[in-house]
C-alpha cells in the first residue's frame, strides 16, 4: 500500500463510507421479513439519498454495496430475498488524476526535455528517425493520444500528394478514424458509418518535421505501416537508456502539453482530447460554409411553403401487435397513464409486448396503491417471482416516456415477431439488438442504445435474460449536422429582405426568429412557443425564460432555463426584438387580453409552423449556398459552437464568430463570473438546456477539437533556434548563411503567420488585433489614458462614464489595482516617489493628478497611446522590471530618475522602454564627460543626439523628461503610473 499522504488520506476516507454503509445495511437487515422487504428497501433507498444529496455517483456506489449485501446477507442465512436493482450509469465522468499518474506524466516530461536537447545538438538524422520524431512531436504536440489516430495521421503522411495540404494556410487536417472500439463490426450497411472524425490544426514543430521529410530521400511509398515499431526505433537508436516507450507516451503524452509554458487546458479539455469524453468531432462539410466564397446574392420569390408534417413510414409487424401498440400509445399520452399501462399489462400479451409494456410502466413513478395493484396481478398471473420495489423505478417525464417508448417499441416487436424470447441465448439478444439497431438511422441510434442498455438490464432483473456484453453495438454518436457561419447568417437575413411575397410584418417576424436560433441556440419548438409574458424587458435587459406553454411541453426539466438576450443579442439585433416585443405587449394590453398569447404571429394573426420556417430557411439560403441540408436545428448548433469559441477565450473566436473583441468580452463577463474553467462547460450546457456537459460535447460542440488543438498549436515552442535549424536542415551540400535565410522565411512566412487572416470577416489589411481587448492604444479597444484617468480618478462608482464595451468589473478591478499599488507604497514608505508630498496631503482619497490641458502634453499622450500595443508586444518579458526599476528610481517631487554607473543594465532597459514609447525630443541626460564615455555602449544603440545630454560633474546619471528651456513636463510620471496600473 502506498504511504503518500494523499493515498493514506483517500483509503480512510472509503474504510469510513464502508462503515457507515455497512452500519445501515445491518440495522436494517436485523427487522427484514418477507412481508416488509420492500418497505426495508425503500428506507435504506431515502436515507442513501438523505445522505449523498446531490452527489449522484457516490449514490450510485451505495445502492450497488446494497445489492451485494444482499446477496451477502442471502448466502449466510440461507434466505431468499430478490437482489435490488442496481442503477445503469450512461455517462462516463472525467478520470481522476493519481499518483500513478503523475508519475508517469514526469518521466514523459524528462523525457520530452532530452529530446528538444537533442534536437538542437544533432542535425544527422535518418528518414526512420525523422519519422519517428514527427509522430512523437504529434503526440507531445498536437494531442494525438489514441493509436488507431496515429495510424490514420501516419498513412496520411506517407503520400506524397498530401504534402502541400499541411503547408499551405488552412494548416488543417482531418482524420477519419474507424471506430473499433465501438460498433458492430457485423453491421454491415452503406448507409452505416462505423468512423468519427478528428479535426488537428498541426503544430509548427510537427510541420518542420513534415517539412525535412519532404526534402529527403525517403521511400513515402514504402510498406511502413506501424507507427509503434517506427517510434520505439526511434527510440532505442537515439536515446538508449530511456525506458519510455510507445504506450507510455499514448498513455500519459497528454500530461506533458500540461507541463508546458502557456498551454492552459483543463482537465476536461485534455479527457475530450483522450477520447475519454466522447464528443462530436468536426466533419469537413461542417466546415464548408467557412471558408466558401459567396456568389452576389439575388431576389428570391417564395412560394407555397410546406405546412404539412412529414409522415413517417410505419414498420410492417403483425395487425393485433398494431392494435396494442396504439393502444399503449394512446395511453402514454392520458392524464392517468400510469393506470391505463396497469390496465393493458394485466390482460392477456405476448411475451414480447409483455417486457415491453412492464419497461414502459418501470420508467414511471408509481404511488403505493398502484406499486401494490401492479404486484398484485404479478403474482396473480405469475408472471415472475419477485416482487416490485419502489427502487426499481427511473421516473422521467410523461413526454420523455412517449418519446422513448415511440424509440425502438416498433423496431422491437418487428424484431421479436415469431420468436421464443425465454429460450433466447446471449448471441440471441446481441442479434436481435443489431437487427432492430439496423431500423433505426444513424442520426437516431446513440439515444436508442442507452435506451436498449436500460431494456436489457430490467430484463436480466425480471425474465432471467442472460447477461450480454453490449459493448459491440454501442457507438458514439456522430452529429452530421452542418454550420452556418455568420457570412451565411448574414446573406441569408439580407436575402430575406429582398424575397417577394412575404408582409413586412412577416419578414421581421422571421428574422427575429431566425437571431433567436442563432444566437441565443432555442429549440425551434422553444421559439415558436414563445408568450409575450415568458420576456423581461427593462431599460438595459432582456431576459427570456423557457417554460412549458399551452400543451407545448419542453424537451426535458433542464429545458427550464433564463437567457439574457442583451448579452448574446448584438445591439441592432436587440433594438430590433425589443421594439417588436413591446409593440406586440402594447397591442395585447390596448385589446385588453392577457399576456399569455404567443409572441410571434403572422400578419394574418396565425402562428408560423415549424415546417414553414424551415422551407423558408432553406430557400433562403439555396441561392448563396446551393448544396446544402441547413435546418432550424443547425443555426442551434452555429450558436453553442460560437459560445464555446467566446466563452473559452479562443483565438478563432475572430475567425469564426462574428462578435467584436468588446462583445466577447462582456459576453465572458456576464456568463463566467469566475475563472473557474469548469463553469465555462456547466454555462454551456445550461444556455443548451442540457443536464450535463457530456451532452453538450458529444452532439454540439464540433469547432471543439479544432479550437483545442489550436491551443495546443499556441503553446511558446519549447525549441531553439539551433533545434529547428538542425530538423530543418535536410541538405549538407547547402552552406550555412544560404540555409540560415532559407530557415527564417520557412518559420516566418509558412508556420507562424495567421492561419485564418484570409477568412476572417473582419480583419483588415495593416491592422493587427491586439493580444488584449483592452490594450491601452489598440485599434480594437476603446481603452485610453483618459478613460483610465477618468476610472482611477472618480471617487464614487455610480459617477463613472463607461462606454458600452468596458464592463463596470473591468472598471473595478483597475481601480483595485491602483488601489493595492498605492497601498504598497505608502507601507514600503516610497509614496513621495509616486505621488507628490503636496497631492496627498491636499487629496488623500484621490489616486492620479489632474489630466494635463497643455496642448504640447495632450500630443504626448496621443503618441504614447499609439506606440505602447507594439512597444509593449517588444519589451512583454522586461516589462516587470522595467516597472521595478522605475519606482525604485522615481524621485520625490521631482521628473528626475538619478542611476549609478554601476547599474547599466537597469539603465538600458529602463532607456530602451522609453526611448521606444515617448518622442526623443523630450529625453534628457546629466551625466559626467568621464559616466558618458562609459556608457558609451550602453547608450549607442538609442541614437541619442547632442542635444538630449547636457555634462555636469556628478557620478551619477539624472534621467529626465523636458521640453525647450528646460521646462519639465509632468505628465511623464502620470502616463507610466497609468500603464503599471493597466497592466499589472
Known amino acids: 500500500m502506498s504511504k503518500h499522504p494523499h493515498s493514506i488520506k483517500r483509503i480512510k476516507k472509503l474504510i469510513k463510507n464502508k462503515e457507515l454503509l455497512l452500519k445501515l445495511f445491518s440495522e436494517k437487515c436485523l427487522e427484514l421479513t418477507p412481508e416488509n422487504y420492500s418497505d426495508v428497501c425503500r428506507q435504506v433507498d431515502n436515507r442513501l439519498l438523505e445522505h449523498y444529496k446531490s452527489n449522484i455517483r457516490s449514490y450510485q456506489m451505495a445502492r450497488l454495496e446494497f445489492a451485494k449485501y444482499i446477496k451477502r446477507f442471502n448466502l449466510s442465512s440461507n434466505q431468499n430475498y430478490p437482489i435490488p436493482s442496481t442503477p445503469v450509469r450512461h455517462e462516463r465522468t472525467p478520470p481522476q488524476q493519481n499518483i500513478e499518474t503523475l508519475k508517469h506524466g514526469k518521466r514523459v516530461t524528462h523525457f520530452a526535455k532530452n529530446m528538444i536537447d537533442h534536437w538542437a545538438q544533432h542535425n544527422d538524422f535518418s528518414p526512420t528517425q525523422s519519422l519517428g520524431f514527427c509522430l512523437i512531436s504529434t503526440i507531445l504536440f498536437n494531442g494525438i493520444y489514441d493509436?488507431?489516430?496515429?495510424?490514420?495521421?501516419?498513412?496520411?503522411?506517407?503520400?506524397?500528394?498530401?504534402?502541400?495540404?499541411?503547408?499551405?494556410?488552412?494548416?488543417?487536417?482531418?482524420?477519419?478514424?474507424?471506430?473499433?472500439?465501438?460498433?458492430?463490426?457485423?453491421?454491415?450497411?452503406?448507409?452505416?458509418?462505423?468512423?468519427?472524425?478528428?479535426?488537428?490544426?498541426?503544430?509548427?514543430?510537427?510541420?518542420?518535421?513534415?517539412?525535412?521529410?519532404?526534402?529527403?530521400?525517403?521511400?513515402?511509398l514504402s510498406d511502413i505501416d506501424d507507427a509503434e515499431q517506427v517510434i520505439n526505433t526511434c527510440i532505442t537508436e537515439c536515446f538508449p537508456n530511456e525506458k519510455v516507450r510507445y504506450t507510455d507516451l499514448l498513455k500519459y503524452g497528454f500530461y506533458y502539453t500540461q507541463f508546458l509554458k502557456n498551454c492552459g487546458l483543463d482537465q476536461m479539455s485534455i479527457c475530450i482530447l483522450k477520447n475519454d469524453i466522447y464528443s462530436s468531432s468536426p466533419l469537413e462539410t461542417q466546415l464548408a460554409a467557412y471558408f466558401v466564397q459567396f456568389e452576389q446574392t439575388h431576389t428570391n420569390t417564395i412560394e407555397n411553403?410546406?405546412?404539412?408534417?412529414?409522415?413517417?413510414?410505419?414498420?410492417?409487424?403483425?395487425?393485433?401487435?398494431?392494435?396494442?401498440?396504439?393502444?399503449?400509445?394512446?395511453?402514454?399520452r392520458a392524464k392517468n397513464h400510469r393506470d391505463q399501462l396497469i390496465d393493458l399489462y394485466s390482460g392477456r400479451l405476448s411475451s414480447a409486448l409483455e417486457r415491453l409494456l412492464l419497461w414502459t410502466i418501470l420508467r414511471s413513478k408509481l404511488t403505493e396503491p398502484q406499486l401494490d395493484r401492479l404486484n398484485h396481478i404479478i403474482q396473480q398471473q405469475q408472471r415472475f417471482e419477485r416482487r416490485l420495489i419502489q427502487a426499481d423505478f427511473q421516473p422521467i417525464k410523461q413526454s420523455s416516456l412517449n418519446t422513448m417508448f415511440s424509440q425502438f417499441a416498433v423496431q422491437w416487436l418487428q424484431a421479436t415477431q415469431d420468436k421464443d424470447i425465454s429460450s433466447f441465448s446471449d448471441a440471441d439478444f446481441e442479434d436481435l439488438y443489431g437487427e432492430m439497431l439496423l431500423l433505426k438511422k444513424e442520426t437516431t441510434r446513440a439515444t436508442l442504445q442507452k435506451r436498449l442498455q436500460e431494456f436489457h438490464h430490467k430484463q436480466t432483473l425480471f425474465f432471467n435474460a442472460p447477461a450480454v456484453d453490449l459493448d459491440n453495438l454501442i457507438q458514439v454518436k456522430i452529429c452530421k449536422t452542418a454550420l452556418i457561419s455568420p457570412h451565411l447568417f448574414h446573406s441569408m437575413l439580407q436575402q430575406l429582405k429582398n424575397t417577394q411575397g412575404i408582409s413586412v410584418r412577416d419578414k421581421n417576424m422571421f428574422e427575429l426568429i431566425f437571431i433567436l436560433g442563432f444566437r441565443a441556440g432555442l429549440r425551434i419548438n422553444e421559439t415558436l412557443n414563445i408568450f409575450v409574458r415568458d420576456l423581461l424587458i427593462t431599460e438595459d435587459a432582456v431576459m427570456l425564460t423557457i417554460r412549458n406553454n399551452r400543451n407545448k411541453n419542453q424537451k426535458s426539466y433542464s429545458a427550464y432555463r433564463k437567457i439574457p438576450l442583451h448579452h448574446l443579442l448584438k445591439a441592432d439585433e436587440l433594438r430590433a426584438f425589443k421594439t417588436y416585443s413591446l409593440n406586440r405587449k402594447r397591442l395585447l394590453k390596448g385589446q385588453g387580453k392577457s399576456l399569455r398569447q404567443p409572441l410571434f404571429l403572422k400578419q394574418s394573426l396565425k402562428e408560423t409552423h415549424e415546417n414553414e420556417v424551415n422551407s423558408l430557411l432553406k430557400q433562403l439560403i439555396q441561392p448563396v449556398f446551393e448544396e446544402h441540408s441547413f435546418t432550424y436545428h443547425s443555426l442551434r448548433h452555429s450558436a453553442f459552437n460560437h459560445l464555446y469559441l467566446v466563452l473559452k477565450n479562443s483565438s478563432l473566436a475572430d475567425a469564426f464568430t462574428d462578435y467584436t473583441p468588446h462583445e466577447q468580452l462582456c459576453i465572458r463577463y456576464a456568463l463566467v463570473r469566475n475563472k473557474n474553467t469548469q463553469q465555462t462547460w456547466y454555462a454551456l450546457s445550461h444556455f443548451a438546456g442540457h443536464l450535463t456537459p457530456e451532452t453538450t460535447c458529444s452532439s454540439y460542440l464540433h469547432l471543439m477539437h479544432l479550437a483545442i488543438s489550436y491551443q495546443l498549436n499556441q503553446i511558446q515552442s519549447p525549441l531553439l533556434k539551433e533545434a529547428f535549424f538542425n530538423i530543418l536542415k535536410h541538405d549538407d551540400g547547402v552552406k550555412y548563411p544560404v540555409q540560415q535565410r532559407a530557415i527564417k522565411q520557412f518559420l516566418f512566412d509558412h508556420l507562424t503567420k495567421d492561419r485564418y487572416k484570409q477568412h476572417n470577416h473582419q480583419h483588415q489589411p495593416g491592422q493587427q488585433q491586439s493580444i488584449d481587448s483592452l490594450m491601452l492604444g489598440a485599434h480594437d479597444s476603446e481603452m485610453t489614458f483618459e478613460l483610465l484617468h477618468h476610472i482611477l480618478a472618480t471617487a464614487k462608482e455610480e459617477d463613472l462614464l463607461l462606454p458600452e464595451a468596458i464592463p463596470l468589473q473591468i472598471a473595478q478591478k483597475f481601480r483595485a489595482r491602483a488601489l493595492h499599488l498605492k497601498t504598497s507604497c505608502i507601507n514600503q514608505k516610497k509614496s513621495s516617489r509616486l505621488f507628490t508630498t503636496d497631492f496627498l496631503r491636499k487629496s488623500p482619497e484621490a489616486l492620479v493628478t489632474m489630466l494635463p490641458t497643455n496642448k504640447e502634453e495632450k500630443k504626448i499622450i496621443h503618441y504614447v497611446q499609439k506606440r505602447f500595443p507594439t512597444v509593449h508586444r517588444k519589451y512583454q518579458k522586461q516589462l516587470n522590471a522595467i516597472y521595478t526599476s522605475y519606482l525604485e528610481?522615481?524621485?520625490?517631487?521631482?521628473?528626475?530618475?538619478?542611476?549609478?554607473?554601476?547599474?547599466?543594465?537597469?539603465?538600458?532597459?529602463?532607456?530602451?522602454?522609453?526611448?521606444?514609447?515617448?518622442?526623443?525630443?523630450?529625453?534628457?541626460?546629466?551625466?559626467?564627460?568621464?559616466?558618458?564615455?562609459?556608457?558609451?555602449?550602453?547608450?549607442?544603440?538609442?541614437?541619442?543626439?547632442?542635444?538630449?545630454?547636457?555634462?555636469?560633474?556628478?557620478?551619477?546619471?539624472?534621467?529626465?523628461f523636458k521640453h525647450k528651456d528646460e521646462k519639465a513636463l509632468g505628465v511623464f510620471k502620470l502616463l507610466i503610473y497609468l500603464i503599471i496600473v493597466s497592466q499589472t
Open 147 to 220: 493509436n488507431a489516430e496515429l495510424q490514420k495521421f501516419l498513412k496520411i503522411i506517407l503520400k506524397t500528394d498530401k504534402f502541400q495540404s499541411f503547408l499551405n494556410l488552412n494548416h488543417i487536417v482531418s482524420l477519419e478514424i474507424p471506430n473499433r472500439h465501438f460498433g458492430n463490426q457485423r453491421i454491415k450497411n452503406s448507409d452505416f458509418s462505423v468512423s468519427y472524425t478528428k479535426t488537428l490544426v498541426l503544430n509548427d514543430i510537427v510541420k518542420c518535421w513534415i517539412y525535412r521529410l519532404k526534402h529527403q530521400e525517403f521511400d513515402l
Open 305 to 332: 411553403t410546406c405546412e404539412n408534417r412529414q409522415v413517417h413510414s410505419t414498420a410492417n409487424i403483425a395487425i393485433d401487435i398494431a392494435e396494442v401498440l396504439v393502444e399503449i400509445r394512446q395511453a402514454i
Open 889 to 960: 528610481k522615481v524621485q520625490p517631487n521631482s521628473s528626475q530618475f538619478v542611476f549609478d554607473l554601476n547599474e547599466k543594465r537597469q539603465l538600458k532597459k529602463f532607456l530602451s522602454f522609453i526611448n521606444s514609447l515617448f518622442p526623443k525630443k523630450y529625453l534628457h541626460l546629466e551625466l559626467s564627460q568621464q559616466s558618458k564615455e562609459q556608457l558609451k555602449n550602453t547608450l549607442q544603440g538609442l541614437k541619442l543626439q547632442s542635444q538630449n545630454f547636457s555634462i555636469t560633474n556628478s557620478s551619477r546619471v539624472r534621467f529626465c
